[in-house]
Structure formats: structure tokens, C-alpha cells
């Protein structure tokens, strides 16, 4: 990998940057960076779309995004230093011979060319053959891909192998934007920086691991691509597998990149398989129907806009995780994601063993097990639920369930939390890989996930109907209740 110079100023690329995620999440996040003096003085953003704009046509659409979705105040003087970066490049992205236009702007001596692939994973191999085309890839480009990588494993590796015939793997930077969160990165330093977690993190104290990344939104007008998709590939092949590994995995020996993402496909690689054998006992698929969110009726997904009556594809699915290995033997691991469901709520709850004997039976009959609630949306934070006396004499020892809240806007209040968009940006500049998907992890995961695919294919069974506002189906319920447990709600 050639060396990395963090210091260099960049000509940070868009394809597609006339699309919904660059006005929504990359312009929005570039002015974030630009506002407290994180992107270099000499950095230029490059926007590459077919249509044809001028540059003033392409400013006033880019200062159109900043005032409609950045959250805060604009501060004017940056918006002015930041639209003063742009630069539009008119390329129709399946005409190799056009991107001689992009090399007539980019400067690789002073910058280095970051691409980020805002648009359809089957226009990347174009982008590729593009780039190679005008001769303007060097070892120092970066390329970033966004989800989804594939939708199996076959397609996955025809995506990963049509980048790989042009960058190599250490240039490719595949974002998961769960990464960039800010409490899904606390979890490094929840665990290996704190000895009362690191020590008590294994099969010995914990009892079993939930993790819930639940929408209230449906599918908000994409059919096309969700039906085609589902819950599973949408959410769990990702985020929650990300998650997962986070949550999972073993100490690195540092914060280097592949360190960290070596830990991670361990966890990946001691996944038990779910086969035809066991996806009964180990998976529940859902799809909502009508219902209501917060008193508002709302359509089913059968009938949703463009929707398929007939369609068998899941909204909502909760799993089972089994890892083999030292650390986490007979400790399950319960994934649920779903749509339509009671409030949006993405975390990971971590409960611990009970008490082998209670001494305070008279104020307690069964002491609960202590729990570690790490939120990531929406209000990011961690939680400890643990026993307390409570104050007073002349009654004995009362006891209470008491919870230690570390939220982080009200612990960190005078600190803005960063998008998590704004974070990876920043890194892809850098060169820092350690918050990026390596392939090998993306092709592991979708070959335990195919498996589960085909278990369903195979078995033939819908998915089970829950009304939109509820938690899923009721089969969920019972995928911990056989076990004796039951969801954090």
C-alpha cells in the first residue's frame, strides 16, 4: 500500500451527484467538514452528472441542498467557501472518451482523486473503465462504493471483481454509514478501553445479545428496489452483520485497519450455518400490514404504491446467531430489523448473567439480570440497568432497579455529534481504512446469508402478517420464548 500523506488536499470526486444520498448526506456532510476547518484549504468537490448544467446552474442547486438539509443554521461565510470548491463536470458515465473532461480539472501532483460512487452498483463498471480510460488512476486514488454490494454472493464478487480490474483492494473504501456512528464506534472503546467490560465480556457473564434496528417508515416509494431485496439484504447483510462483528470479536493488537477488520471476519467465519434443517427454529420473516404509527393509519405492504399483491417478500426478520467459538459458546446472539414497526429504535442490548443465589429474597423475589443498552438512534448514548438500595432506615433492604444514563448530548453538550456520513468522508480523505468494509468480510457475509435465502426458497413458507406499529409477528416473540427469553421493548 503506498504511503499515506493525511495532510494532502483532495479533489473529492461525485458520480451521481445530482442523486438523493449526495444532496441529502454528502454536500450536507462536505459543509459540516468545511465549518470547523477539517477539509484542506487547497480540497476541490467535483460533482460528475449527465445533464447539462452551467457552473452557476450546478452552484445554485448544491446551495439549494445545504438550505434544504442542513439541520442547522447555515453559516453563510462557509457556505460561500464551501460552493467556492465545486466544480461540475458534464460525463455520460457509459462514454469511456468523456472522462478526458474530469482529467482536465483534477491536479494529481497537488491533490489526491477521491471517486465516490453515489449511483447504481451496475454503473461502477463503467466509472471503472472510465477512469482506466483517461488514464487518472494512480496508486494514491481512492474509490469509495456504497451499498448494495451485490444482492448474493455471485453478484457480489461479479461488483467487487469489476472494481478490483481497475483499484486495488487497499484503494476501495465500501461504506456501511453504521460505521461512522458515533456510538457504534464507542464500542471499540466501551470494551477494550474499560477493564469492567473487558474482563466480563465472554461466555462466563453474559447470557445472551439483542440487537434491534427497528423503522417506523415503510418502504417510502421503493418498491422497485425493496422487493427485489427485503429485509434481510437490506438491513441484516450489512448494518446488522456489522453490528455483530463490533459487538463479537476479539481484541486487535491496534486500530489499524486491517486489524480490526481481521478480528471481524473471524466472527463471520465462526457464524453456525442456518440451513433447511434449522431455519424454522432459528429465523421468523414478517411482512406488515395495515395498521397504525403514532394513531395515523397506514397501508400494508401488499398495498403500497406500485406494490405486488402477491409478493412474498419480508419486511421484518429476527434471527437466531450462533458463533463457535471460545469466547461466545452457548451465548445466542437475537438480530431483529423490521419496517412499520412500534417507534424507530436502533440498538444493542447486552444482558448478563443472573445471580447463582439471592440473599434479598424478602425485598426481591428474583433479582432481574443487569443489562448494557448501547443506543444508536435516536438518541445515542449507553445505559446501565443494575440493582440499588433504596435510601432510607427502619425497613430493611429495599431494593430497586436504577439505571446509569451516559447520554451523549446531554454528557457531551457542548459537542455537536457528527453525521456519520461527515466521519467516513473524512476518513476516505485521510486514507484510514479501519471504518471501511474489506471484501473478504462482504463475501462471507452474503454466503451465511445466501444460506438462509435458500432455506427459505426451499421451504416455501411466507412470511408470517404483523400490523404496522406493532414489534412483528408474534412468532418473533416465541423465537426467544423457546429459549426462555423474551425481546427488550
Given amino acids: 500500500m503506498p504511503s499515506i500523506d493525511t495532510n494532502k488536499p483532495c479533489d473529492f470526486t461525485i458520480f451521481g451527484v445530482l442523486g438523493d444520498l449526495s444532496r441529502r448526506k454528502l454536500i450536507p456532510s462536505l459543509y459540516q467538514l468545511d465549518r470547523v476547518a477539517l477539509l484542506h484549504e487547497d480540497t476541490r468537490i467535483i460533482g460528475v452528472a449527465r445533464h447539462q448544467l452551467s457552473q452557476e446552474d450546478f452552484v445554485a442547486k448544491m446551495r439549494d441542498s445545504l438550505e434544504t ?32 473532461r474530469l482529467q482536465e480539472v483534477i491536479d494529481q501532483e497537488q491533490r489526491v482523486l477521491v471517486n465516490y460512487f453515489s449511483v447504481a452498483p451496475f454503473l461502477f463498471d463503467d466509472i471503472c473503465k472510465g477512469l482506466d480510460y483517461a488514464a487518472i488512476v494512480t496508486p494514491e486514488t481512492r474509490v469509495v462504493l456504497e451499498k448494495p454490494i451485490g444482492r448474493d454472493l455471485e453478484t457480489s464478487q461479479e461488483i467487487n471483481d469489476t472494481v478490483a480490474r481497475v483499484f486495488t483492494e487497499d484503494q476501495v473504501y465500501r461504506i456501511d454509514h453504521y460505521l461512522g456512528k458515533e456510538t457504534v464506534m464507542n464500542l471499540l472503546a466501551l470494551r477494550f478501553a474499560n477493564s469492567i467490560f473487558t474482563t466480563n465480556w465472554d461466555h462466563n457473564t453474559i447470557d445472551h445479545v439483542q440487537i434491534t434496528v427497528a423503522e417506523e417508515v415503510g418502504i417510502e416509494g421503493r418498491w422497485g428496489y425493496f422487493d427485489k431485496s427485503g429485509q434481510t439484504r437490506d438491513m441484516v447483510q450489512n448494518h446488522l452483520m456489522q453490528i455483530l462483528t463490533l459487538v463479537a470479536m476479539e481484541p486487535p493488537v491496534n486500530m489499524h485497519g486491517d486489524s480490526i477488520r481481521n478480528e471481524k471476519l473471524k466472527v463471520l467465519k465462526a457464524l453456525r450455518p442456518i440451513t433447511i434443517d434449522n431455519v424454522d427454529d432459528k429465523t421468523v420473516r414478517g411482512q406488515y400490514k395495515a395498521g397504525f404509527i403514532k394513531g395515523k393509519p397506514v397501508p400494508g405492504y401488499l398495498e403500497e404504491e406500485d406494490g405486488n399483491p402477491s409478493s412474498a417478500t419480508e419486511s421484518f426478520v429476527a434471527i437466531r446467531v450462533d458463533i463457535d467459538n471460545w469466547r461466545w459458546a452457548d451465548v445466542p446472539f437475537y438480530l431483529r430489523t423490521g419496517k412499520r414497526l412500534t417507534t424507530k429504535r436502533s440498538e444493542v442490548v447486552i444482558y448478563f ?137
Fill in 353 to 489: 448473567k443472573r445471580l447463582p443465589h439471592n440473599i434479598f429474597k424478602d425485598s426481591y423475589k428474583h433479582l432481574p439480570q443487569n443489562k448494557l443498552v448501547i443506543r444508536l438512534q435516536p438518541d445515542e448514548g449507553v445505559e446501565i440497568v443494575m440493582m440499588n438500595k433504596v435510601p432510607g432506615i427502619g425497613k430493611g433492604i429495599k431494593l430497586q432497579k436504577t439505571l446509569l444514563d451516559l447520554s451523549f448530548s446531554e454528557a457531551f453538550s457542548d459537542v455537536r455529534i457528527a453525521d456519520a456520513y461527515e466521519r467516513l468522508i473524512l476518513e476516505t480523505m485521510h486514507g484510514n481504512q479501519s471504518l471501511f468494509i474489506r471484501r473478504d468480510e462482504v463475501e462471507r457475509s452474503w454466503k451465511w446469508i445466501d444460506s438462509i435465502q435458500d432455506a427459505w426458497a426451499s421451504s416455501n413458507e411466507p412470511p408470517r402478517s404483523y400490523p404496522a406499529g406493532t414489534w412483528g409477528p408474534v412468532a418473533s416473540v416465541a423465537l426467544l420464548a423457546r429459549d426462555g427469553r423474551e425481546w427488550e421493548e
Fill in 69 to 100: 438539509f442542513v439541520n442547522d443554521s447555515l453559516e453563510p461565510d462557509v457556505v460561500e467557501r464551501l460552493l467556492n470548491r465545486l466544480h461540475y463536470v458534464l460525463i455520460n458515465l457509459d462514454v469511456p472518451e468523456e472522462y478526458s
